[in-house]
């Protein structure tokens, strides 16, 4: 293996040792940095409807600057909305969100981004939900350079696989817990197998998903999956997994069980035979944790679809967001930290783009009720 495999191997074991013990969150956010050329990190979750937001785990960051985002920043950071729209783990540089020419000019850049001397930032959607995303964002003190970009790509889906894995835990408060401790109360299905693909444990969800043989089935104690292509490649990680974290890591663990688009199964595979999840693999002679989740294809939020549909700027998608909240441009202006003139040009894009003629139009269109006729809102001309 190369050097930049087996540093790409260590990352991504330090990731999924974090998803089952979060006190390790830290180390693995300086072994993401370290890979990828990042200054800082932080993982954390933002609800676009309620303008909340919380950082989960941190690296490297500056406290003074953390307390003051949450505390006065918050409402003036120009990449959201359109920031929590794009797709779950795809990697976005600040420049795919918003112009840079347009980011300088505002208060947030001026006062929170430069002072810390942050050139620009990575980051990735690893779940989205109609309002809410919980993201990775590593600061970088230069512009992020394709390769940078590539191997943040190349740790998205272990990140969300591992945030996955860790809220299975963290909703049942076993995050301090021993796994194999845990694994009756988890309502998602969890299996342990050895090598040969045999069951070492199976708790109580996994046993009435093997019963009912729809996804998984177990022949003489040995899982299989009911589709053919789908078994083969399960048996192919499964034994993988076997040597670790370096063969298992660079190539995913993740299966699909079933095609439907609208309701899908996934088996995430976890190689207990590396980092401090091996302890739990010795205890029950297996070589990897299984996690089957269902993953219900939800409809995009209406803000979003409309930023879609009518390619708005992350600056226009944040004006509008605004509309919805508050009616005057003097508000608007106030809330978002910008001059009122600005507004009103953001505002004339949006009519311009959207085929609308007031901010009422605005508010009904994204209601899903289309341009109306009366002015019930302030006129932005």
């Known amino acids: 293996m190369t050097a930049e495999l087996i540093e790409l191997s260590e990352v991504i074991g330090q990731i999924y040792d974090a998803a089952i013990d979060p006190l390790l969150w830290k180390q693995a956010l300086a072994g993401i940095c370290a890979f990828v050329g990042g200054q800082s990190a932080v993982l954390f979750w933002h609800d676009a409807a309620t303008e909340h937001s919380q950082a989960l785990h941190m690296f490297n960051e500056n406290e003074h600057f953390t307390r003051l985002y949450f505390e006065k920043y918050l409402p003036l950071n120009p990449m959201f909305p359109a920031a929590a729209f794009i797709a779950a783990g795809v990697v976005a540089s600040s420049d795919d969100i918003m112009p840079r020419h347009e980011l300088v000019e505002t208060r947030f850049y001026k006062e929170w981004i430069e002072p810390q001397g942050i050139a620009d930032a990575l980051s990735v959607n690893l779940e989205k939900g109609l309002t809410r995303a919980s993201m990775i964002n590593v600061r970088t003190a230069a512009v992020a350079t394709p390769e940078m ?29 021993a796994l194999t401790a845990t694994l009756n109360h988890i309502e998602a ?29 177990m022949a003489g104690n040995v899982l299989r999956a009911v589709a053919a292509e789908t078994d083969r490649a399960l048996r192919e990680i499964i034994l993988s997994a076997a040597k670790g974290d370096a063969s298992l890591g660079v190539r995913g663990v993740a299966v699909p069980l079933s095609g439907s688009e609208k309701d899908r199964w996934f088996a995430h ?38 930023a879609s549909l009518h390619k708005l700027t992350a600056s226009e998608v944040r004006v509008l967001d605004a509309v919805l909240r508050v009616s005057s441009v003097k508000a608007i202006a106030n809330m978002l930290g910008l001059s009122q003139a600005t507004i009103k040009t ?35 001309s």
Do not use: W
């Not at 590539?150 to 909703?171: E, N, S, T």
């Open 269 to 306: 595979v976890l190689p207990l035979t590396s980092g401090n999840r091996r302890q739990t693999g010795l205890a029950n002679h297996a070589v990897a944790a299984i996690f089957v989740r269902q993953t219900v294809v939800d409809s995009p939020p209406p803000l979003e679809t409309l």
């Open 149 to 177: 970009r590539q191997r943040m790509a190349l740790l998205a889906p272990h990140l969300q696989r591992a945030v996955a894995i860790g809220q299975l835990f963290d909703q049942h408060k076993a995050v301090e817990q």
């Open 189 to 217: 299905v969890v299996l342990l197998v050895a090598a040969d693909g045999t069951i070492a444990y199976a708790n109580e969800p996994a046993k009435t998903m093997l019963a009912k043989g729809d996804q998984l089935q």
């Open 346 to 380: 953001h505002l004339h894009n949006l009519f311009r783009k959207t085929g609308t003629r007031r901010q009422s139009d605005l508010v009904k269109l994204v209601a899903g009720m289309g341009p109306g006729s009366d002015a019930d809102l302030d006129d932005a």
